[in-house]
T-cell receptor, first 112, second 115 residues
């Protein structure tokens, strides 16, 4: 079993829809949870991060962590075609603040 | 502009022909890392370095070498490439200080095909 599981998709939704992207993880000691966005032919870029449990909002994006269920989510409101990308979740192992454990990435397609 | 650069961006080679992919960052980051990205497998770490002359194996180091002679450069060397090393490669860097997560900054990627 992988430490971090993420459905690779693709996930195709119409413009304006609310998108939910998810990852599950097995190590309850993970503390920092990140979402990276990767456009086609580009390197990943950090979109949001959260520490421990709770929600964090940034414009149309909300990151949510449920440590009891070992489940993290990224919600995108009012989705736009420009949101079409691959979204990767990543987590810090407890003994490191620089190594990351990555999900496989979910490809998201927003249809105009 | 703060950035991580990689060269070449695209490379087609043949089995056994040694190659080097260069990586350079201008952010004075201590930490640098190489990943390969394959469909369905996500990012897998090949090697990383926490400082000059300090390198460590990641999850998939077989068939690769790295060096860190200068802080800004972290080349990836394939001494004898094989077709199973056909992949998309990313270099990344970050700072090491602090207790928070440290954002990793990625290069644009190098698409390697080994025939």
């Amino acid at each position: 079993q992988k430490e971090v599981e993420q459905d690779p998709g693709p996930l195709s939704v119409p413009e304006g829809a609310i998108v939910s992207l998810n990852c599950t993880y097995s190590n309850s000691a993970f503390q920092y949870f990140m979402w990276y966005r990767q456009y086609s032919r580009k390197g990943p870029e950090l979109l949001m991060y959260t520490y421990s449990s709770g929600n964090k909002e940034d414009g149309r994006f909300t990151a949510q962590v449920d440590k009891s269920s070992k489940y993290i989510s990224l919600f995108i409101r009012d989705s736009q075609p420009s949101d079409s990308a691959t979204y990767l979740c990543a987590m810090n192992p407890p003994d490191s603040n620089y190594q990351l454990i990555w999900g496989a990435g979910t490809k998201l397609i927003i249809k105009p | 502009e703060a950035q991580v650069t990689q060269n070449p961006r695209y490379l087609i080679t043949v089995t056994g022909k040694k190659l080097t992919v260069t990586c350079s960052q201008n952010m004075n980051h201590e930490y640098m890392s190489w990943y390969r990205q394959d469909p369905g497998l996500g990012l897998r770490q090949i090697y990383y370095s926490m400082n000059v002359e300090v390198t460590d194996k990641g999850d998939v180091p077989e068939g690769y070498k790295v060096s860190r002679k200068e802080k800004r450069n972290f080349p990836l060397i394939l001494e004898s490439p094989s077709p199973n090393q056909t992949s998309l490669y990313f270099c990344a860097s970050s700072i090491l200080a602090g207790k928070s997560h440290n954002e990793q900054f990625f290069g644009p990627g190098t698409r390697l095909t080994v025939l």
